[in-house]
Each structure stands twice: as C-alpha cells, then as structure tokens.
C-alpha cells in the first residue's frame, strides 16, 4: 500500500478572462491511500492533465 497526495480542483474563486492560471481555482490536497483489494471492482487512475473549453470556464459552480 502507498499513500499519496491527490489534489483537487474545487471551485474557480476568480471570473478568468485570459489563461487560467493556479491561483484562479480553489485547490484542496488530501492524502489517500492506494491499496486495491484483490477481486475488488476498484480502479485507480492518473490523470495527468484536464482540459476545459474556454467558453465553459466561466459557466462552472459547485
């Protein structure tokens, strides 16, 4: 089992005219663990990078 910090982008705290930058978004880390239980439907994945379209960014609340 290995623990790690997985970030969260929360909520964006600014209305974002040009490219959206990291002080922009409300940003939470916690730390979780990585153990998979054998014959579990569990799944971890890794998301390396998140894309959203311009016209979108301003549209988002949470």
């Given at each position: 089992?290995?623990?790690?910090?997985?970030?969260?982008?929360v909520?964006i705290?600014?209305?974002?005219?040009?490219?959206p930058?990291?002080?922009?978004?409300?940003?939470?880390t916690?730390?979780?663990?990585t153990l998979?239980?054998r014959?579990?439907?569990?799944?971890?994945?890794?998301?390396?990078y998140?894309?959203?379209?311009?016209?979108?960014?301003n549209?988002i609340?949470i």
């Amino acid at each position: 089992m290995e623990m790690i910090d997985n970030k969260q982008f929360v909520t964006i705290k600014t209305h974002i005219e040009d490219a959206p930058q990291e002080y922009m978004f409300e940003i939470r880390t916690q730390t979780i663990s990585t153990l998979v239980l054998r014959g579990s439907n569990d799944v971890i994945v890794k998301a390396l990078y998140f894309s959203i379209d311009p016209y979108q960014i301003n549209r988002i609340t949470i």
